[in-house]
């Protein structure tokens, strides 16, 4: 009898494994992008090519201009990923957000330090002023972490102003 049963059970179970099942549901994710650019091209590759929904994954891909628009949808809760610089995020953190970065689709940082001539080594920046695109921003956070890998403490070191966006940047050096 019990062996009977123990088979009946093991007959039931295998024979229930085989039994077509109904799919899976698709996760529903609204997810944002700051731009419809190069940088943000395997979102968009995966959208039109159908590869979120081989992975039961239905993304609305929308575009909200501005890390900080989006890191506030996220904080919101009318987003659950967003495509946006770091610098939002990591000021949001900072601030204490309960958030997390999870990955980038750029394998570093995309900024990039720019100096005048004169500037050739990171010892070279000790007593300059040096330019940020804002002084609260995620970038200039990291920026200060770089310097101070290289031996430079702010503000002791270093002064560190705001100078805006990439043209602002780019005025600002050349003007000296």
């Known amino acids: 009898m019990i062996k009977s049963l123990f088979f009946f059970s093991a007959f039931l179970m295998v024979g229930l494994q085989t039994l077509?099942?109904?799919?899976?549901?698709?996760v529903k994710l609204r997810a944002s992008v700051v731009a419809k650019?190069?940088?943000?091209g395997p979102v968009w590759v995966a959208s039109k090519q159908g590869f979120f929904n081989r992975q039961k994954l239905d993304v609305d891909v929308v575009?909200?201009?501005?890390?900080?628009?989006?890191t506030q949808a996220l904080a919101g809760g009318s987003l659950q990923v967003s495509g946006a610089s770091a610098d939002?995020?990591?000021?949001?953190?900072?601030?204490?957000?309960?958030?997390?970065?999870i990955g980038g689709i750029i394998n570093g940082l995309s900024?990039?330090?720019?100096?005048g001539k004169n500037y050739k080594t990171y010892e070279d920046l000790r007593g300059a002023t040096l330019g940020a695109n804002r002084l609260t921003a995620g970038t200039a956070f990291g920026f200060r972490r770089v310097l101070k890998t290289k031996g430079l403490e702010f503000p002791r070191d270093y002064s560190l102003i705001n100078v805006g966006g990439t043209p602002q940047a780019f005025a600002t050096l050349a003007s000296g």
């Open 20 to 26: 077509p099942c109904r799919a899976q549901e698709p």
């Open 37 to 40: 650019t190069f940088g943000f």
């Open 63 to 70: 575009v909200i201009r501005g890390s900080d628009v989006s």
């Open 88 to 101: 939002a995020p990591i000021a949001a953190i900072e601030r204490g957000l309960d958030m997390v970065i």
């Open 111 to 115: 900024q990039h330090i720019m100096a």
